[in-house]
């Protein structure tokens, strides 16, 4: 395996990334004429409802977060395999962001354990793609709705090693829970020795100076385990929130719904 630092493969470098397209300048530069601020508002109501009807009969799901730019060879990707390999054999769906490198990862382990694999997927340029390895997968235009989606359907969160994107993930993450906006759900840190500065900082720094409490450090869970992560979700998703294995609701025909059904482990092509 290789070294944690080795060079991501170039591909991944550039994923979700693409030119600033004149919509989202507008969108950011202020206020804009009314009936523009209108139009926006429905394509973002749409970008909401369809993400709701895509992802209503996943059943229990956990997400994990990382970055798009390790190569297969990397033990964070072997990591995130393994994790998504335990994770559907429990029963739990797999969700990610859908790009490639621990996304990829954790989609393709939980196909090839037979599990289901979701992606949230942020647009891309035309000549990328979502990894191959989902069984259902949503492209947002907008980031705030792609983010409420990675949380809404889950009851834990892994976070793998990553960079801006995955930090932002993890802290807003966070703060939901420290707020009582959402339930306090497992906060898995797989990567140990690569999140330890982070912690120490928020013990010995933000701690001390009082801007965040001891606990809202202890709420994160330090574990390399993947069967040792997989069982701790399992049992707080079934002990304290009262998770029990039971059917997922049916679609309905007439509102044109589907439920998303595992693949074999073979990649989509």
């Given at each position: 395996?290789?070294?944690?630092e080795a060079?991501p493969?170039?591909?991944?470098r ?88 621990i ?10 354990a ?21 069984d259902?997968?949503v492209?947002?235009?907008y ?31 966070a ?11 497992p906060?898995?840190l ?18 001390p ?8 450090v ?6 390399d ?11 707080v ?7 029990a ?18 693949a ?6």
């Amino acid at each position: 395996m290789s070294d944690p630092e080795a060079t991501p493969c170039e591909p991944c470098r550039d994923w979700g990334k693409r030119p600033r397209s004149a919509e989202e300048g507008h969108f950011l530069s202020g206020p804009q004429r009314r009936g523009s601020e209108l139009m926006r508002v429905l394509r973002i109501t749409r970008e909401f409802i369809r993400g709701f009807r895509a992802l209503h009969f996943v059943g229990p799901c956990v997400t994990v977060f990382g970055s798009a730019r390790f190569p297969e060879d990397n033990r964070y990707y072997q990591l995130a395999r393994e994790l998504g390999s335990e994770l559907a054999r429990r029963g739990f769906a797999v969700m990610t962001g859908g790009g490639p490198g621990i996304m990829e990862a954790a989609n393709r382990g939980a196909r090839e354990a037979g599990g289901l694999s979701i992606g949230c997927n942020i647009e891309l340029p035309h000549e990328q793609q979502p990894n191959p390895y989902l069984d259902r997968w949503v492209d947002f235009r907008y980031f705030f709705v792609r983010k409420v989606m990675l949380v809404k359907y889950s009851c834990a969160f892994v976070l793998m090693p990553g960079g801006f994107g995955t930090m932002d993930e993890i802290f807003e993450t966070a703060t939901l829970i420290q707020t009582g906006k959402i339930d306090g759900f497992p906060l898995v840190l797989m990567g140990g020795d690569f999140w330890q500065p982070l912690l120490d900082f928020l013990r010995r720094t933000m701690v001390p100076e009082g801007t965040i409490d001891p606990g809202d450090v202890e709420r994160f869970v330090v574990e390399d385990d993947p069967a040792v992560v997989a069982d701790h979700v399992l049992g707080v998703a079934t002990e304290r929130f009262g998770l029990a294995w039971q059917g997922a609701p049916r679609p309905q025909r007439v509102l044109g719904e589907s439920a998303p059904v595992p693949a074999d482990a073979a990649p989509r092509r």
